[in-house]
């Protein structure tokens, strides 16, 4: 059975088609080692007991018309479940129990996906570390004391210790892409607008995006491909023609125009990231693509815009849990005694601290200097995109500007924290696709990541730019087990 | 300046009011502006929420078409400019029957823009600027009075769209804003974007009032007072807060800038909260939502969909039927009683059926406190009853007999007329046989008549009616008791 852990998600689907294996025979074996890996705290809620019935269901009357028949999946515990707890890793909703379903996870469910837990994030999806959860940080399964990444870090960990063949998370500044190049793992954000954000927990409104996390780029396609569609329930759900991700997969990207920003050779980057980085234009090269110098001028605007804009959005979004309808409430003299011991108490410092600054970036007086300028900032931002996908097909840079780090080394030092997302929050402003791969190890043989940025909708050009890179990187992540006693 | 100016005197000191309203109008459709829940009035608490009106995680507002198109449609019946973008906003502030911790409205960019509003006063027509229409949600409601120890929230009302139509500061007296309100309920009626009913909060209005000496042209400060929900009280409003404002200025001390409320208990206004304590209530475009945009067909099909409004009624009213302005006014103001007069003479006589509509039918439906269209008596059965007038068949008296019975039973005035035997008499036969029994009982009449005392021809009228137990034909009894008594 050992194995079967072992496979990707591709190979599962395949092999339940085939009636090689059953449903039950993956879900038990997702279950039992998820079991067993209690230490790396993925997990907020297990429906394990569920999960079993599930598969049962699945095998007594399979479906292999099913994208996913019968294969287990455990989500990031921001996207609402039908009558499975969900907590955004926070307090304010320790026992928030959705009576509806996201669409994304809906459309998993649709094509045969069985849900066996929650996972462990940051809270409200705010952190770079797994470390602002209510219910504990996280643990790498690459190192003992390690952080996966955040905000989706407890989908990285889950994925790298193989909890589950695959997971979904969600990305507002890198919270995606930056625990899957901590974890060796792949991560893709689609465009602005491709997956529905409907029964998502709100961050950041105008920057969440839901996404794919696999072991390999084809596992992301496949995932991709179910996750995203028109969604009449979110208005920006945009009505494009999606293609099938997987099926068009190919490595013919001869005569590629692949761009290099000099702005993201930032200063004290370690020399291995920029040692990657000079490997990734090899490869690319390898494959017949050609490598093309190109200014993204604005980059360095871009992780204050973001401290902006997203702490606004956040503020506001997290206006309803005020302990009235749903949620913690503590008790209080009156109504404004009960809203404040309510926030206090049921959000974490992080959150505190975000909508205190999105507060202040609106507040009257300040807003055109903070709010506004961040907009048109934004906009500058968007515009340097434009300009050089005239001239270039995607964009390769580093995905973070260093490897994992352990846990607490950050924890006081926000700044040094929001500069993890340095490489990865400047896709979500302009609203564009980008796909993290594992491509390499540091001194530490922690794994390093490579992104890929694509034009608006252009996820199968980053899908296949990923794929070819991927086989020449050969990339094998490794881990002992050495969480499971 | 005429001399009927409304202006509050102190002192010797004349002022002049400077009003502008706010008026909240529900938008008339069947669900809310951002979901699909129904927006009946009076159903169960709490019954017409969906999950995006109680701000569940993850729920995001889309949307209602319908009510664009209304705000639209209110726009083009107020002469406005209709703007093809515009942007939905947060304003943020906490509440305990406002779920999602903000309103979304609209504020720099609304959907309408400039428009205007006509007035009928006695002195003449007076235009009122309307300086936009935007589209916003309302809030839930919070009852603090069925439980002692803690306040209920209802969200029924939570997202119902409502218009927030701005006037300029143009209204100068309490009866102008009288006024202002009917007509605009009036044309929104027409539209049917809103039903303008007061009692169950379709219509509310912040006022804001501000008073300065007479022939000064500076604005003096503003206090607003919020969410009034009758135009009595808005009138009591203006009136105790004018004359407060005159009071302080006369006394040498300034008008704060604040919001206040109306105390409908003790008809005064008292301060609510002052300009240093107001909200921010950080105003940011909306995230979820696209800014909304619409082309010029768009607003062409509605267009295509405007009826007939009170003023051009009301002209077509003076010039086609003759009407005076003052009827024309009265009959267009409201949608129903045009439609009501316009039915009745489709088959009667115009000036008959607008002196019964505004004179018998107005009485009868103010005795019993009704709408018109509630009447009890339907147009086609007071055109009958018209035409039995304007034919001869009955009096003018009978027919006041007749209306009484049909308010009772909506009836047949023919019916009731041959029920009751109420037929005018007009044969000249009958009608000299009755003048002449009249005349032979009452010989010493007939000689004191004939010797002068002309005033005794009423006194022979009225014999003859009452022989006739009232059907006679008055014109007739006239000519044949003329004809015997001079010749």
């Given at each position: 059975?050992t194995?079967?852990?072992?496979?990707?998600?591709?190979?599962?689907?395949?092999?339940?088609?085939?009636?090689?294996?059953?449903?039950?025979?993956?879900?038990?074996?997702?279950?039992?080692?998820?079991?067993?890996?209690?230490?790396?705290?993925?997990?907020?809620e297990?429906?394990?007991?569920?999960?079993?019935?599930?598969?049962?269901?699945?095998?007594?009357?399979?479906?292999?018309?099913?994208?996913?028949?019968?294969?287990?999946?455990?989500?990031?515990?921001?996207?609402?479940?039908?009558?499975?707890?969900?907590?955004a890793?926070?307090?304010?909703?320790e026992?928030?129990?959705?009576?509806?379903?996201?669409?994304?996870?809906?459309?998993?469910?649709?094509?045969?996906?069985?849900?066996?837990?929650?996972?462990?994030?940051?809270?409200?999806?705010?952190?770079?570390?797994?470390?602002?959860?209510?219910?504990?940080?996280?643990?790498?399964?690459i190192?003992?004391?390690?952080?996966?990444?955040?905000?989706?870090?407890?989908?990285?960990?889950a994925?790298?210790?193989?909890?589950?063949?695959?997971?979904?998370?969600?990305?507002?500044?890198?919270?995606?892409?930056?625990?899957?190049?901590?974890?060796?793992?792949?991560?893709?954000?689609?465009?602005?607008?491709?997956?529905?954000?409907?029964?998502?927990?709100?961050?950041?409104?105008?920057?969440?995006?839901?996404?794919?996390?696999?072991?390999?780029?084809?596992?992301?396609?496949?995932?991709?491909?179910?996750?995203?569609?028109?969604?009449?329930?979110?208005?920006?759900?945009?009505?494009?023609?999606?293609?099938?991700?997987?099926?068009?997969?190919?490595?013919?990207?001869?005569?590629?125009?692949?761009?290099?920003?000099k702005?993201?050779?930032?200063?004290?980057?370690?020399?291995?990231?920029?040692?990657?980085?000079?490997?990734g234009?090899?490869?690319l090269?390898?494959?017949?693509?050609?490598?093309?110098?190109?200014?993204?001028?604005?980059?360095?605007?871009?992780?204050?815009?973001?401290?902006?804009?997203?702490?606004?959005?956040?503020?506001?979004?997290?206006?309803?849990?005020?302990?009235?309808?749903?949620?913690?409430?503590?008790?209080?003299?009156?109504?404004?005694?009960?809203?404040?011991?309510?926030?206090?108490?049921?959000?974490?410092?992080?959150?505190?601290?975000?909508?205190?600054?999105?507060?202040?970036?609106?507040?009257?007086?300040?807003?055109?200097?903070?709010?506004?300028?961040?907009?048109?900032?934004r906009?500058?931002?968007?515009?340097?995109f434009?300009?050089?996908?005239?001239?270039?097909?995607?964009?390769?840079?580093?995905?973070?500007?260093?490897?994992?780090f352990?846990?607490?080394?950050?924890?006081?030092?926000?700044?040094?924290?929001?500069?993890?997302?340095?490489?990865?929050?400047?896709?979500?402003?302009?609203?564009?696709?980008?796909?993290?791969?594992?491509?390499?190890?540091?001194?530490?043989?922690y794994?390093l990541?490579?992104?890929?940025?694509?034009?608006?909708?252009?996820?199968?050009?980053?899908l296949?730019?990923?794929?070819?890179?991927?086989?020449?990187?050969?990339?094998?992540?490794?881990?002992?087990?050495?969480?499971?006693? | 300046?005429?001399?009927d100016?409304?202006?509050?005197?102190?002192?010797?000191?004349?002022?002049?009011?400077?009003?502008?309203?706010?008026?909240?109008?529900?938008?008339?459709?069947?669900?809310?502006?951002?979901?699909?829940?129904?927006?009946?009035?009076?159903?169960?608490?709490?019954?017409?929420?969906?999950?995006?009106?109680?701000?569940f995680?993850?729920?995001?507002?889309?949307i209602?078409?319908?009510?664009v198109?209304q705000?639209?449609?209110?726009?083009?019946?107020?002469?406005?400019?209709?703007?093809?973008k515009?942007?939905?906003?947060?304003?943020?502030?906490?509440?305990?029957?406002?779920?999602?911790?903000?309103?979304?409205?609209?504020?720099?960019?609304?959907?309408?823009?400039?428009?205007?509003?006509?007035?009928?006063?006695?002195?003449?027509?007076?235009?009122?600027?309307?300086?936009?229409?935007?589209?916003?949600?309302?809030?839930?409601?919070?009852?603090?009075?069925?439980?002692?120890?803690?306040?209920?929230?209802?969200?029924n009302?939570?997202?119902?769209?409502?218009?927030?139509?701005?006037?300029?500061?143009?209204?100068?007296?309490?009866?102008?804003?009288?006024l202002?309100?009917?007509?605009?309920?009036?044309?929104?009626?027409?539209?049917?974007?809103?039903?303008?009913?007061?009692?169950?909060?379709?219509?509310?209005?912040?006022?804001?009032?501000?008073?300065?000496k007479?022939?000064?042209?500076?604005?003096?400060?503003?206090?607003?007072?919020?969410?009034?929900?009758?135009?009595?009280?808005?009138?009591?409003?203006?009136?105790?807060?004018?004359?407060?404002?005159v009071?302080?200025?006369?006394?040498?001390?300034?008008?704060?800038?604040?919001?206040?409320?109306?105390?409908?208990?003790?008809?005064?206004?008292?301060?609510?909260?002052?300009?240093?304590?107001?909200?921010?209530y950080?105003?940011?475009?909306?995230?979820?939502?696209?800014?909304?945009?619409?082309?010029?067909?768009?607003?062409?099909?509605?267009?295509?969909?405007?009826?007939?409004?009170?003023?051009?009624k009301?002209?077509r009213?003076?010039?086609?039927?003759?009407?005076?302005?003052?009827?024309?006014?009265?009959?267009?103001?409201?949608?129903?009683?045009?439609r009501?007069?316009?039915?009745?003479?489709?088959?009667?006589?115009?000036?008959?059926?607008?002196?019964?509509?505004?004179?018998?039918?107005?009485?009868?439906?103010?005795?019993?406190?009704?709408?018109?269209?509630?009447?009890?008596?339907?147009?086609?059965?007071?055109?009958?009853?018209?035409?039995?007038?304007?034919?001869?068949?009955?009096?003018?008296?009978?027919?006041?007999?007749?209306?009484?019975?049909?308010?009772?039973?909506?009836?047949?005035?023919?019916i009731?007329?041959?029920e009751?035997?109420?037929?005018?008499?007009?044969?000249?036969?009958?009608?000299?046989?009755?003048?002449?029994?009249?005349l032979?009982?009452?010989?010493?009449?007939?000689?004191?008549?004939?010797?002068?005392?002309?005033?005794?021809?009423?006194?022979?009228?009225?014999?003859?009616?009452?022989?006739?137990?009232?059907?006679?034909?008055?014109?007739?009894?006239?000519?044949?008791?003329?004809?015997?008594?001079?010749?």
């Open positions: 059975m194995n079967l852990i072992d496979l990707t998600l591709n190979d599962l689907v395949n092999k339940v088609k085939s009636k090689e294996i059953s449903s039950k025979e993956i879900t038990t074996a997702y279950i039992d080692r998820s079991k067993q890996s209690k230490k790396l705290n993925t997990y907020v297990e429906t394990f007991d569920s999960a079993i019935k599930s598969s049962e269901k699945f095998d007594t009357n399979p479906d292999f018309k099913k994208k996913l028949p019968g294969i287990p999946l455990a989500v990031k515990d921001l996207f609402c479940t039908k009558n499975v707890k969900t907590t890793s926070s307090k304010i909703l026992n928030f129990i959705p009576s509806y379903e996201s669409t994304v996870t809906e459309n998993l469910w649709n094509e045969g996906a069985i849900l066996i837990g929650k996972l462990n994030c940051d809270e409200f999806a705010m952190g770079s570390s797994n470390e602002t959860s209510h219910f504990g940080n996280v643990i790498s399964p190192d003992d004391n390690l952080v996966p990444g955040g905000s989706s870090g407890g989908s990285a960990s994925l790298a210790a193989k909890l589950t063949p695959a997971t979904i998370g969600t990305d507002t500044g890198g919270s995606i892409r930056q625990p899957a190049s901590f974890t060796g793992t792949v991560g893709l954000k689609p465009t602005y607008g491709s997956c529905s954000r409907y029964g998502i927990v709100a961050f950041a409104s105008s920057l969440d995006q839901a996404g794919p996390m696999t072991k390999d780029v084809k596992d992301c396609a496949l995932l991709l491909e179910v996750m995203s569609s028109f969604d009449p329930k979110d208005s920006t759900s945009i009505n494009f023609k999606r293609p099938n991700y997987s099926s068009n997969l190919n490595k013919y990207i001869k005569g590629k125009k692949i761009g290099i920003p702005e993201y050779r930032v200063d004290g980057m370690p020399f291995e990231i920029e040692k990657l980085w000079e490997k234009k090899n490869y090269k390898d494959c017949g693509a050609e490598i093309i110098d190109i200014s993204l001028p604005h980059t360095n605007y871009a992780l204050p815009t973001y401290y902006i804009v997203a702490p606004a959005e956040a503020s506001s979004n997290l206006a309803r849990y005020d302990g009235v309808k749903y949620g913690f409430r503590a008790e209080g003299e009156n109504l404004i005694d009960m809203y404040e011991k309510t926030r206090s108490q049921g959000f974490g410092d992080e959150v505190k601290r975000r909508i205190m600054i999105g507060t202040y970036v609106l507040s009257s007086g300040y807003y055109d200097a903070y709010y506004l300028k961040a907009q048109k900032v906009k500058l931002i968007k515009n340097d434009d300009n050089a996908f005239n001239k270039v097909d995607a964009i390769l840079t580093p995905s973070t500007p260093s490897s994992a352990k846990v607490g080394d950050k924890k006081d030092d926000p700044v040094s924290m929001y500069l993890n997302d340095i490489f990865t929050v400047p896709v979500n402003l302009a609203g564009l696709p980008g796909i993290s791969i594992p491509a390499g190890l540091d001194k530490n043989n794994p990541g490579l992104q890929i940025i694509g034009k608006p909708f252009d996820e199968q050009g980053i296949n730019i990923a794929y070819s890179m991927e086989e020449k990187i050969n990339f094998k992540l490794k881990t002992n087990d050495w969480w499971i006693k | 300046m005429s001399k100016q409304y202006l509050i005197e102190k002192n010797g000191n004349k002022y002049e009011v400077i009003i502008g309203l706010e008026v909240h109008a529900q938008v008339l459709s069947e669900s809310k502006l951002f979901s699909s829940s129904a927006t009946k009035f009076g159903s169960e608490p709490n019954t017409q929420v969906s999950l995006v009106d109680a701000a995680p993850g729920m995001l507002p889309v209602n078409e319908f009510c198109r705000a639209v449609k209110t726009g083009i019946g107020l002469n406005a400019k209709i703007n093809k515009s942007i939905f906003d947060r304003k943020n502030y906490f509440y305990a029957d406002l779920p999602q911790g903000y309103q979304i409205s609209q504020y720099k960019d609304p959907i309408v823009g400039e428009g205007t509003v006509v007035l009928d006063l006695p002195s003449g027509s007076k235009t009122i600027g309307i300086e936009r229409l935007h589209l916003e949600q309302d809030a839930g409601k919070s009852i603090h009075d069925i439980d002692p120890s803690s306040t209920l929230v209802d969200l009302r939570s997202g119902v769209a409502l218009m927030e139509i701005v006037s300029k500061p143009d209204l100068r007296s309490p009866e102008e804003v009288n202002y309100i009917k007509k605009l309920r009036s044309i929104m009626r027409y539209l049917g974007t809103c039903d303008g009913n007061m009692q169950e909060g379709s219509l509310r209005a912040d006022v804001n009032v501000s008073v300065r007479l022939g000064t042209d500076k604005l003096g400060t503003r206090c607003e007072i919020k969410n009034v929900n009758s135009i009595k009280f808005m009138q009591m409003a203006i009136e105790y807060e004018a004359n407060r404002q009071e302080l200025i006369e006394e040498g001390n300034a008008v704060d800038q604040e919001t206040r409320l109306f105390d409908t208990k003790k008809n005064q206004t008292r301060s609510m909260r002052s300009k240093e304590d107001a909200h921010d950080r105003y940011f475009p909306d995230p979820d939502l696209l800014p909304l945009e619409f082309d010029d067909q768009f607003i062409e099909n509605i267009k295509k969909e405007i009826p007939e409004l009170p003023d051009q009301k002209n009213f003076i010039e086609k039927f003759k009407l005076s302005p003052y009827e024309a006014t009265i009959l267009v103001s409201d949608l129903d009683t045009s009501f007069f316009e039915k009745v003479i489709e088959k009667s006589d115009i000036k008959l059926s607008a002196n019964w509509i505004t004179g018998e039918l107005f009485a009868l439906l103010n005795k019993n406190n009704l709408e018109i269209s509630e009447s009890p008596i339907s147009p086609e059965n007071l055109s009958k009853l018209i035409n039995l007038i304007s034919e001869g068949i009955i009096s003018g008296k009978i027919a006041k007999t007749i209306f009484e019975i049909m308010s009772k039973e909506n009836k047949d005035p023919n009731i007329v041959e009751k035997g109420l037929k005018q008499e007009s044969d000249p036969k009958a009608l000299e046989n009755l003048i002449q029994k009249v032979r009982s009452n010989e010493d009449k007939v000689n004191e008549y004939k010797s002068g005392k002309d005033k005794l021809f009423g006194f022979f009228v009225g014999q003859v009616m009452k022989e006739s137990k009232g059907k006679g034909n008055p014109k007739m009894i006239n000519k044949i008791l003329k004809e015997k008594l001079n010749g």
